[in-house]
Each structure stands twice: as C-alpha cells, then as structure tokens.
C-alpha cells in the first residue's frame, strides 16, 4: 500500500522520465507529492524548486511538479543533501524539506553486502547471490519509501536561502577570443577583451 497522494500513475510519469526506477527517484516522488499538495504545480514559474542534489530524486521534481532547468525554476544550490526547497510566487509560501537520516535493518544488511561485493576473492555463486539479494533490498527500500508516513522520511523546515528571482533572458555578448556568443553575466573581462570563461581561464594560465 502506497502512501495517501502515492499513485501508480505518479509513479509511471516519474520512471519514464528518469529511466529506472530506484529508491532516489521514489524520495523524489514522495517530494514532489508533498510538493503538488502543498505549493501546486508549476505551471509557467508560479512554483519554484531550489535542490540541493543532483542525483535521482531531482528527476521526479522535474517530471511532476514541472520545475525545470530549462524554464528557470529549478535551481541547483549544490550542497550534497537530499534536502528540497519549494517557493511560491503568488503569496510566498515557502518550505524546505529535508531527508531524515536513519539506518534499520534494510540499509545496516545492504552496507554489508556492498562491503561483501568489494573483496575480490568471492566465488562466482557468492557474488550472485549478493547481488539477488541487494536488488531484493532495493525493491523493498522503494517499498518502504513509497509507503511509510512523510514524517518519517522528511523534516519540513524554513528555507536556508531566499526565494530564487525570476528567470530572466539576458543579452548575448559574443566573446573576442572563440566568437562563440555567451550570456552576458558569465563574460569575464580580461585586459579589455570580452572573454567568455573558458577563454578568460586560458588566457589566466598563459600570463605570468
Ligand atoms: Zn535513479
Ligand atoms: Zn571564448
């Protein structure tokens, strides 16, 4: 039995987004559930995403909720943490959730089995029958995420950082060096030239 907001067809939308299916894209899903009920969906740039991870959670944020790269309200705050922000524009409403760490049996048995898998002296029957039973934590991992209640999953806190500014569409500069047209705050000026930052850095590492 899913979580209450946990559908089949959530769940479909998500895999077929991502590729796979795994325990990082099923937290993803119990976010961008959370998400859809608490903030609403994306539809132009009303809601916006701030994650702090760039691993498979983030895919279900993008394919569910719709905040996307490309329209600029997904921003990659890069700090290694399954941790999401959520803001939305028509009255301000903001949260951050952040995953609850703590281990149990499933992830205390899957440690010891990447640990098994890493020595190299195994038997071929050892190895495989580690592995069976790591893809057989993994689909109850999902399980597990997919089913226990939110609380046990994530804490809901404040935002550690403001509410990200509208994308905006920034005049292109094109750069003296490569030619290659660049948006005009990553230009770099170097000794008068209008440099984009890969030149800027190859211009760097030639003077003395
Ligand atoms: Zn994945
Ligand atoms: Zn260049």
């Given at each position: 039995m899913y979580a209450p907001g946990i559908t089949q067809e959530l769940i479909d939308k998500a895999v077929a987004f991502h590729g796979h299916w795994c325990p990082g894209l099923s937290t993803g899903i119990r976010v961008a559930a959370w998400a859809m009920q608490n903030?609403?969906?994306?539809?132009?740039?009303e809601v916006v995403a701030v994650t702090e991870t760039d691993m498979c959670a983030v895919d279900a944020i993008q394919a569910l909720?719709?905040?996307?790269f490309g329209k600029g309200n997904l921003i990659f705050r890069d700090r290694g943490k399954v941790a999401f922000s959520f803001f939305r524009r028509s009255d301000g409403k903001k949260a951050r959730l952040v995953q609850k760490m703590h281990e149990d049996d499933l992830s205390r048995r899957a440690k010891e089995i990447r640990k098994e898998l890493?020595?190299?002296?195994?038997s071929g029957d050892r190895r495989s029958s580690l592995e069976a039973e790591a893809e057989h934590l993994k689909r109850r991992r999902i399980e597990q995420i997919l089913s226990l209640p939110f609380e046990e999953l994530f804490a809901v806190g404040e935002p550690l950082c403001d509410m990200p500014h509208m994308a905006r569409r920034l005049p292109t500069i094109i750069c003296d060096e490569c030619g290659e047209g660049v948006m005009s705050t990553r230009i770099r000026e170097v000794n008068g030239r209008h440099l984009c930052m890969d030149c800027a850095e190859k211009a760097a590492g030639v003077q003395p």
């Open positions: 903030m609403g969906t994306a539809a132009d740039e909720v719709g905040c996307t890493e020595s190299e002296n195994l």
